[in-house]
């Protein structure tokens, strides 16, 4: 059984930094592309940055330059670097891991990062 866990959300100032963590355990063959997402109040769930199954990265135009998605194989773990974070980073992030042929999606739970004064 596959299983995301994500960590590391919290109530953080404008300027602040914070980094995400998400942890996945349980066995899952074939090319996949793994991730980071998140969901507004009122809003569309929507993509932050991922690694592509070749290992290249994609991000939200509006995170360029502040927020970093590394990983570490060993650990199965996915990590996502926030910095300068804004109000409108205020969102409930999601740890994703996709299978490429199939399309289908592991989530996990989510965790919640408020941004404000």
């Known amino acids: 059984q596959v299983q995301l866990v994500e960590s590391g959300g919290g109530l953080v100032q404008p300027g602040g930094s914070l980094r995400l963590s998400c942890a996945v355990s349980g066995s899952i063959f074939g090319p996949t592309t793994m991730g980071w997402y998140r969901q507004a109040p009122g809003k569309q769930r929507e993509l932050v940055a991922t690694?592509?199954?070749?290992?290249?990265?994609n991000y939200a135009d509006s995170v360029k330059g502040r927020f970093t998605i590394s990983r570490d194989n060993a650990k199965n773990t996915v990590y996502l670097q926030m910095n300068s974070l804004k109000p409108e980073d205020t969102a409930v992030y999601y740890c994703?891991?996709?299978?490429?042929?199939?399309?289908?999606?592991?989530w996990g739970q989510g965790t919640q990062v408020t941004v404000s004064s």
């Open positions: 994703q891991v996709r299978r490429v042929i199939s399309g289908y999606a592991y």
């Open positions: 690694f592509t199954s070749g290992g290249s990265t």
